[in-house]
């Protein structure tokens, strides 16, 4: 590219970053300020904007929504009740008798039969089941495996006692809320729990409430780039200063937004491709990304309306879960997160070993928040192995491992 068409293609860039920001300005005040965001946030994605016309990108999103397999893994639906009401769907994979599982189930776990474990898979903040879709493709018909998609997230409903009677979500809401899912998926029988990120923290709220059913019925825990506190501390790769800056107006923000949300949710929209970027860069450490991997990532993410987005935040500078974890001290723990993981770093992970110091700790290396879909053969290779050390599958007699 020449010079003088990289000097168009700039200017181009900066038009297309004022056109959002005046987008979101039209939404209100509080759009203003997403609006300096969104304007501030092309200098993380230029590189691909310099490069690659507007046209040209909204036709490969195009293709990819078209062509993607990603998120298209169904089990059997279920749907439990949460103690507000709301409605919660999840979906069961079964164990197959199926004998031609029985090369891949040797490649997980051995010769012999995984015993009668259920494994519950809990997402993350804007995300869905579907964010385990690697990991599903690899233990479906092996184990039995429960999805469920969190309050007001994807196929569950808005949650009742937020969009009725405006009481705040709140992390201790959501591990209810898995209580209430495991009660209706999975109501006997020793439990895996799997959580990443607000899943994670989802999972550590269980235990804070439910320590009985810790203690009579799960027999292991993968914890995936979460964080039992503290996360007022974390600045997303960004200056201190101008952190602390934002987080003192962003609650307040989100709030506003979600008053306005179908004149957010059109600013949204017309700043697809500058939040393109944004997404990518806070979901993934790798800049060669399968670009179908980063545009499911992206749709997920779109698909969390705004008010819920908003609704959500504030818990998270509340989450206080660490005296939690002494109740998974005398379980065999698998603590994994990204190495170079914006959201939750991997600092935080390290602080939830050294309060479990007989837990697995892996910190994948190139790896950020959503290292399940970025590196899924190391997340699922760590997940077999958590489930042939806690005897769902043998662990004696591998014959290799997904992924390798």
């Known amino acids: 590219m020449s010079e003088s068409s990289t000097g168009a293609a700039a200017a181009e860039a900066v038009a297309q970053a004022a056109d959002a920001a005046g987008t979101w300005r039209r939404a209100g005040v509080a759009g203003a300020a997403i609006g300096v965001i969104a304007a501030g946030a092309a200098a993380g994605v230029a590189i691909e904007r310099l490069t690659v016309g507007r046209g040209m990108r909204k036709k490969a999103r195009l293709a990819l929504d078209a062509s993607g397999p990603y998120g298209s893994l169904r089990g059997m639906p279920g749907t439990a009740y949460a103690d507000d009401g709301t409605e919660l769907s999840y979906e069961v994979e079964e164990v197959e008798a199926d004998s031609e599982q029985g090369p891949r189930r040797r490649r997980l776990f051995g010769r012999r039969d995984p015993a009668p474990v259920t494994v519950v898979f809990s997402h993350g903040y804007c995300l869905s089941q579907d964010s385990w879709h690697f990991q599903r493709a690899a233990l479906r018909g092996v184990v039995r495996a429960v999805y469920w998609d969190q309050r007001s997230h994807a196929r569950s409903a808005r949650g009742v006692d937020q969009s009725e009677h405006g009481v705040p979500v709140s992390i201790d809401q959501l591990g209810r809320d898995l209580k209430a899912v495991i009660d209706a998926a999975a109501p006997e029988g020793p439990l895996v729990l799997v959580g990443h990120s607000m899943g994670g923290m989802t999972t550590m709220a269980l235990a804070d409430q439910f320590p009985e059913l810790i203690r009579e019925r799960v027999v292991g825990v993968a914890l995936v780039g979460t964080s039992s506190g503290q996360l007022g501390q974390v600045n997303f790769g960004l200056p201190v200063a101008g952190m602390n800056a934002v987080r003192r107006v962003l609650p307040g923000v989100l709030r506003a937004l979600g008053s306005q949300a179908e004149l957010v949710e059109k600013g949204r929209r017309a700043t697809a491709d500058l939040f393109a970027g944004v997404i990518k860069r806070y979901s993934f450490s790798r800049r060669d990304v399968d670009p179908a991997i980063a545009r499911f990532a992206e749709r ?30 005398e379980l065999p723990v698998l603590v994994l997160a990204g190495d170079k993981d914006l959201i939750t770093p991997s600092e935080h992970s390290e602080a939830i070993a050294d309060l479990l110091p007989d837990a697995e700790l892996v910190l994948v290396p190139d790896a950020g928040h959503l290292v399940m879909l970025e590196h899924p053969e190391v997340v699922t290779d760590r997940l077999a192995d958590l489930l042939g050390r806690v005897g769902a599958a043998p662990a004696a007699d591998r014959e290799g491992r997904v992924g390798g």
């Open 300 to 329: 997920m993410i779109e698909a969390t309306p705004i008010d819920v987005v908003a609704e959500f935040y504030p818990a998270f500078a509340e989450h206080d879960k660490a005296a939690a974890l002494k109740h998974f001290a």
